[in-house]
């Protein structure tokens, strides 16, 4: 073997090429486990409406463990995730030692449930989160059970559209454990609608409702406190005191 020349330069470049492979190796675990680079800055993209200062600094500490290179960027995401107001987070490296923070945080559309303290956003998913009272105030109400908030909230949007040329605006929406729905409008009016039907889905009826108001609910001195439109082909009224009648 000593006599080949051509066995020895391989055997040569094997060792050189093993030395570099275990340098690196030594080199990543060194960068890996070194203390000497921690992530010194976080630098968050947008404002952020309703997560507080506070509860972020809170949570960070925890969140940065390990230094640039081993910072594991699902755990931190998972734990920022957990926040109230955070819906979705995308962490970013920024060499030499910062992480940018990119955070979506919920944008209410409707409180959910009563006394849960419970929001859905505007994707129909149900988030547990304070809010300052004024904003919470105009805010509708929705009612359902559990797992029906995407529907609400788009049947929701629904009634408002078909209730703007009235000047009305629901502000609450429940759905009965028997799927019955019931609007509240903004003057106190209860409009029951009861379940779909196959000859007068809740959508007709409440259109019939809508073209008929002006010459009933409309001319009445006192507006009516409860309105049933369950019946297939018209609508009771019940005014408060009184008995019912078309």
């Known amino acids: 073997m000593w006599n080949k020349p051509h066995i020895l330069n391989a055997i040569a470049d094997l060792l050189i090429l093993a030395g570099a492979a275990a340098l690196l190796v030594a080199g990543a675990v060194w960068l890996v486990r070194v203390p000497a680079l ?31 290179f081993s910072l594991d960027l699902e755990d931190a995401r998972g734990m920022l995730e957990r926040l109230p107001w ?4 995308e962490l970013r490296r920024v060499w030499p030692a910062g992480l940018e923070v990119t955070i979506e945080e919920h944008r209410p559309a409707a409180r959910w449930g009563e006394g849960r303290g419970e929001l859905v956003n505007t994707f129909g998913e149900v988030f547990a989160a304070t809010a300052p009272a004024a904003e919470m105030a105009v805010l509708p109400m929705l ?23 009235l000047g009305q605006r629901p502000v609450q929406v429940t759905l009965s454990p028997r799927l019955a729905w019931q609007l509240k409008l903004e003057g106190g ?21 809508i073209e008929a108001y002006p010459k009933t609910v409309g001319r009445r001195p006192v507006r009516p406190s409860v309105v049933d439109l369950r019946y297939p082909n018209g609508f009771a009224m019940r005014v408060a005191g009184e008995g019912k009648g078309k």
Do not use: C, W
């Open 189 to 209: 009016m209860v409009v029951e609608m009861g379940r779909e039907q196959p000859k007068a889905p809740v959508a007709v009826r409440l259109q019939r409702f």
């Open 86 to 89: 955070v819906r979705k987070i």
């Open 38 to 68: 921690p992530v010194r800055q976080v630098v968050f993209t947008a404002e952020l409406p309703h997560t507080r200062r506070a509860d972020l600094e809170q949570v960070l500490p925890a969140a940065l463990k390990g230094n640039f």
């Open 143 to 165: 009612y359902g059970p559990s797992g029906t908030a995407p529907e609400l909230l788009r049947r929701y949007g629904e009634f408002v559209g078909a209730l703007g040329p």
